[in-house]
């Protein structure tokens, strides 16, 4: 491995030289330089990590060439790959990348190759603003949106009729504020305050349905449209469930740590509030059981699978959205099975047999049943396959965790306030 | 990128921005300009447009401006002489009342990357610095930046740098940073800013106003602050606490690592704020961005190798999923191998187990491997799993096993019966030439245990011609000429069969050379070649016994948070040493060096240090002759050691017994009380018998302390002695925390 020749021990400056976008296919399909323009073929050493790795989710984030490092990042099909001239903090860089792939995908709906493709121009003009001489400069959405104005299907055709644009025309007040993350001068008619309690469960459970590992991650995204400069207060009815906390820069943390009580000057619009995390396991419940048996014969290269969901730690609420689905080992060619309830889908070329299931009814519960057939002479395959389990409730945080109340200090009028919860599976995973 | 017709599209683009027609219709004048943009987006080149579009940049529109001065930018450097048309409008916008305007405008021209920019930028730059809006302050101060790069010979213009410095207590917070990156370019070549007290306390006092990235940055600045005083410091770390559970992983990360550098001395300071991250380092290594989990992860390791209990706890979250990357599964092994402890071996090695059967064959190997590191202090357990892997028949698993059990023998000479024995028992040999080496290695080396030896070493010798791999062909000289050592009736034939085809037939030269010097070595006599050849059987360092040593912070804190441990070129050193350890051929060598040639293992001790002893194995005493000899002999020594028993694991204690070459005969189990063990050694000439015994009743001082016995044939006082500071010596490094004694 060849050494870097740039030694910048005593230089901090963190600077991000220049991203190139590639797509899965491995195509480079836009660059851009915030200093001098680098070749496009230091990307021939993410090429060659990229056909080592062989699945592109392998390919290591940070890869060394003999002049740059390349960190890279992949989302929705998508390498972000920057180059980095001087040393730097990892995970400043990688966070950075996710930053610039969650704005294009709050400017477009979704961050894919053919969006940033069709808005190739707002592209380029969010990557100037978000980055000056290889320096983060304005990457609040807040303020972003300001400067520059997200495209939607109204206004493309407004701006064809009346021929204005889709750039802000005056200053943004933004950056004119006090206060970072809030611009001055807010005016709302509707004066309304929202909160979204979302929590995912990750978990690992094995064969006989015991629990190997399960934790809750849980995010507060707030909405939050207030006239002027709202001071307000959200206070928990169980605040000790939560002791590995993070929060928006605007939370007073010194308060949290005394009374328990989250206080804070909201960003304007949508932001993420705090973040947490629940690891005791006694008090991650599990929402569904499965029982399943997938086996194999040692002969007649044919194998039988047989799952069945149920409802385990639901709090009385619906299970929804369940999705069951496994990766099956290579030799597998097809699947006839029956699906009490759904349908099932198993894709031979990725081996992944997906069955959507939907609302779980506790009554009457879902099975899906049958024979799957091996590539012939094929030896019985080694490693079971490993079901993943996506579904959501809405209405409850499974954790527990309920907002006791929300008090505005510092403004007159009254606003509209709500709490939402819903309780998704994260990283879902049950072990045969 | 050559595009078929680009040369039409560019003149068809330059007919219509000509067209007064269209230069007088807004809307469509913009729509060509971006369709301008767009090609040059794609690659194609349109600089020869260059002309009309310095003519679109005269407007009012802000987004056209925007969209031309990024054409500007672009083409600057290819058409310098058309670019200074262009700089009369920018400076004309750098004087218009709208600040937004003013900024960009400015901007763009510190963007042309031309020579000669200078003379018409400074002035506007000047103007930008003292500007009422911050916007433009901002962009003028990374302007002062990129005028110095344009031209980075030239002398450092004072009058800026001091300009900058005051700019620094701005009331914008972005202005401030922008500031602070402003004089580290420019100063580059005079180590960057000064952070002196005054800034260092102004920039902590910022910090809240300013966002994440800025926050990251001004920490890793002010790492080249030392504080005057403790109180000062302390001041310092209650200004920088909450920034350690910020929400952003690389303001607690950078926080973190402030502090250990400001806390160097300390050391209760860095362990509280090791422990105050522990929580948000955790959260990272579980966030959803699987590039943040590795960055997480990476960091743990190295915090693990001064805390390696901090995560403990935790290490069900080290558990790899199955849909995971690689990279992210190995960190996490890695990591799992470290948190083993009496506990939770059971479950780490089921879930490691499990891993073993992984689609991946290297996932599967480097499972296998960290099953292998568990098994020096676990080996039992762990053998039983490796003994059951090689029943699956799969070939990267089986040589993966072999691999493992070479090196297990290696650092842990106690599980050498159990491992000779289920190698005997396998009957599928590895098929790529790394396992065939580790198995040759383990058949050379141990093949006075392995009954089935011979006749697998044959099976290698017939195939030689077959056989692509050098290294192999060299590992198998190497090991049949230690089987020819130990077990010469059955291998004579076929070593010389062997050297025979090597010095003959091999085209290798490598190889070739290597049958030559064993050839010659043999006809100096079989004695000789003995004590050229056999080298020790195990890793004569300490290691095994005192597990991984806690580093101090220092060793790793001017890594972290860097990228050397992401990329990978930042090993821990001891993983290095134990890797080049594991190179067989590199043990092959040492082993052919004279002088290293030692089977006996030599100690000073530590009360005298004239008195030396060697100590050494010799044949295995059976039980009944043990029991005889001990009741037919007379105790000649008896001593009060002056520390209790080790608590170590039994496997550990025989271990550490064996490497000074100790036999354990037998010992009690686990708290019995009395606690007994009986063991045995050579020396000169003697056979030395002892007993260690403690919470006996009946002999006077056992309660607190181990007591030894020491029975001998025929009597040698010196030998005692000897041998009692050996096992003293040992059983201490066993005892970590009283080994002051």
Not at chain 1, 314 to 338: C, F, I, Q, R, Y
Not at chain 2, 476 to 504: N, S, W
Request: aromatic content about 8%; proline content about 6%.
């Amino acid at each position: 491995m060849p050494v870097l020749d740039i030694t910048l021990k005593d230089n901090a400056l963190i600077m991000i030289h220049s991203l190139f976008l590639i797509n899965n296919a491995g195509d480079l399909f836009l660059e851009k330089h915030w200093k001098s323009v680098i070749s496009r073929s230091v990307c021939d050493y993410f090429f060659e990590a990229r056909e080592k790795a062989v699945e592109p989710d392998n390919v290591p984030p940070v890869i060394r060439t003999p002049h740059h490092y390349l960190i890279n990042i992949y989302r929705e099909k998508i390498f972000f790959v920057s180059v980095i001239q001087t040393e730097v903090p990892p995970l400043f860089v990688i966070e950075f990348l996710h930053r610039v792939a969650e704005t294009f995908q709050d400017y477009f709906g979704e961050c894919s190759e053919s969006t940033i493709k069709d808005n190739v121009v707002i592209v380029y003009e969010l990557l100037e603003e978000m980055l000056d001489n290889g320096f983060p400069l304005a990457t609040e959405s807040n303020i972003l949106k300001e400067l520059i104005r997200p495209p939607t299907i109204l206004r493309s055709m407004v701006n064809t009729i009346t021929g204005s644009s889709n750039v802000g025309e005056t200053l943004p007040t933004g950056q004119l504020s006090t206060i970072p993350w809030r611009r001055a001068g807010v005016k709302y008619t509707n004066n309304e305050a929202y909160f979204d309690v979302v929590e995912e469960i990750d978990a690992i459970l094995d064969k006989s349905g015991t629990t190997v590992f399960a934790e809750i991650q849980g995010v507060i995204d707030a909405c939050v449209k207030l006239s002027g400069m709202p001071d307000l207060t959200l206070s928990f009815m169980n605040p000790r469930l939560l002791d590995d906390v993070s929060f928006h820069p605007c939370v007073r943390y010194k308060r949290w740590e005394s009374e328990r009580v989250i206080s804070f000057v909201p960003p304007d619009g949508n932001f993420q509030l705090m973040s947490y995390h629940i690891s005791a396991q006694n008090l991650v419940a599990i929402p569904v059981y499965v029982k399943q048996n997938i086996s194999f014969f040692e002969t007649g290269s044919s194998g039988r699978l047989d799952i069945t969901v149920g409802p385990k730690q639901t709090m009385g609420k619906t299970v929804e959205g369940l999705v069951v689905t496994v990766h099956m080992p290579k030799v597998v060619l097809s699947a006839n099975l029956n699906a009490t309830q759904g349908t099932y889908n198993y894709d031979p070329v990725t081996k992944i047999l997906v069955w959507d299931i939907g609302k779980l009814n506790p009554q009457k519960l879902p099975n899906l049943k049958g024979s799957l057939s091996l590539q012939s002479g094929a030896p019985k395959p080694e490693e079971n396959p490993s079901l993943n389990i996506d579904l959501k409730i809405q209405q409850l945080a499974i954790s527990g965790l309920k907002v006791n109340r929300l008090d505005m200090y510092g403004e007159k009028y009254k606003p509209f306030k709500g709490v939402k919860y819903v309780t998704k599976a994260g990283k879902f995973q049950v072990r045969t | 990128m050559p595009y078929l017709g680009s040369e039409e599209v560019v003149k068809e683009l330059r007919r219509a921005l000509s067209n007064p027609n269209v230069q007088a219709d807004r809307l469509r004048y913009k729509n060509y300009i971006t369709k301008v943009i767009r090609y040059m987006t794609q690659g194609l080149d349109v600089s020869a447009l260059f002309m009309d579009m310095v003519k679109a940049s005269a407007t009012v529109d802000i987004v056209q401006k925007k969209l031309v001065y990024l054409y500007m930018c672009t083409y600057a450097s290819d058409k310098p002489d058309l670019a200074l048309l262009a700089i009369n409008t920018l400076r004309k916008d750098c004087a218009d009342p709208n600040p937004m305007v003013r900024g960009l405008a400015l901007r763009n021209m510190c963007n042309f990357r031309m020579p000669g920019m200078t003379e018409y930028i400074e002035q506007p730059i000047v103007a930008g610095l003292r500007d009422k809006a911050s916007y433009v302050r901002r962009v003028a101060v990374l302007g002062c930046a990129k005028m110095h790069s344009l031209q980075p010979n030239t002398e450092i213009d004072g009058t800026i740098v001091n300009e900058l410095y005051a700019l620094l207590r701005d009331p914008d917070p972005v202005v401030v940073v922008n500031c602070l990156r402003a004089l580290e370019e420019i100063l580059k070549d005079e180590g960057g800013v000064v952070i002196n007290k005054p800034i260092a306390h102004h920039l902590l006092n910022r910090m809240k106003d300013l966002d994440s990235w800025a926050q990251s940055e001004v920490l890793t600045f002010l790492l080249r602050y030392r504080p005057r005083s403790d109180d000062e410091l302390f001041d310092i770390l209650s200004l920088l606490d909450a920034f350690l559970l910020s929400s952003h992983a690389h303001v607690a990360v950078a926080t973190l690592r402030l502090f250990l550098h400001l806390a160097s001395a300390h050391p209760t300071v860095q362990a509280d704020a090791l422990l105050r991250t522990s929580a948000p380092l955790l959260a990272t290594c579980g966030a959803a961005s699987r590039e943040l989990r590795f960055a997480g992860l990476c960091h743990v390791q190295q915090v693990m190798r001064s805390q390696p209990g901090l995560f403990g706890t935790h290490y069900k979250r080290f558990f790899c999923g199955y849909s995971e990357p690689s990279y992210i599964k190995f960190r996490k092994m890695e990591i799992l191998v470290e948190l083993v402890n009496d506990e939770n071996v059971a479950l780490v090695l089921e879930e490691l187990r499990s891993y073993c059967t992984d689609v991946s064959p290297e996932l599967a190997q480097a499972a296998i491997a960290a099953i292998g590191r568990i098994a020096r202090t676990y080996s039992e357990k762990c053998l039983d799993i490796l003994t059951g892997l090689l029943g699956l028949k799969q070939d990267h698993i089986t040589s993966a096993v072999i691999q493992t059990f070479r090196d297990l023998v290696w650092f842990c000479p106690q599980s050498t019966a159990a491992v000779c024995q289920t190698v005997g028992a396998c009957v599928d040999s590895p098929q790529d030439s790394e396992g065939k080496q580790a198995l040759l290695w383990l058949l050379g080396e141990h093949g006075d245990q392995i009954s089935s030896a011979p006749y697998v070493m044959e099976g290698y010798i017939d195939g030689l011609k077959t056989e692509l791999s050098s290294a192999v062909k060299m590992e198998l000289l190497t090991a049949a000429v230690k089987m020819f050592l130990c077990r010469p009736a059955e291998t004579q034939d076929m070593l010389g069969r062997l050297l025979h085809y090597c010095i003959e037939e091999e085209s290798d030269v490598c190889v070739r050379d290597r049958a030559l010097l064993y050839y010659r070595l043999l006809q100096r006599g079989v004695e000789e070649t003995r004590k050229v050849v056999t080298g020790p059987k195990s890793d004569p360092s300490m290691s095994v016994l005192t597990g991984r040593q806690e580093e101090p912070i220092s060793e790793w804190d001017s890594t972290f948070n860097t990228l050397g441990p992401l990329a990978g070129c930042d090993l821990c050193p001891q993983t290095a040493a134990t890797s080049a350890a594991d190179q067989p051929s590199c043990r092959a060598e040492n082993e052919l060096l004279p002088g290293k040639v030692d089977t006996d293992v030599t100690l000073s001790s530590p009360d005298d240090a004239e008195e030396e002893i060697s100590l050494s194995l010799g044949p295995p005493l059976s039980h009944e002759t043990f029991e005889k000899m001990w009741l037919d002999l007379e105790t000649l020594h008896r001593q009060t050691l002056g520390f209790p028993r080790p608590r170590a694991a039994p496997d550990t204690l025989q271990a550490a017994l064996q490497l000074v070459k100790i036999q354990t005969l037998a010992f009690t189990p686990g708290d019995t009380v009395p606690w007994k063990a009986y063991i045995y050694t050579r020396s000169t000439e003697t056979l030395i018998l002892a007993e260690l015994l403690q919470g006996d009743q009946q002999a006077p001082g056992s309660d607190e302390s181990l007591v030894v016995s020491v029975k001998q044939q025929p009597v040698n006082q010196h030998a005692i002695r000897g041998f009692v500071s050996v096992l003293k010596s040992v059983l201490q490094t066993l005892n970590p925390i009283k080994s002051k004694n």
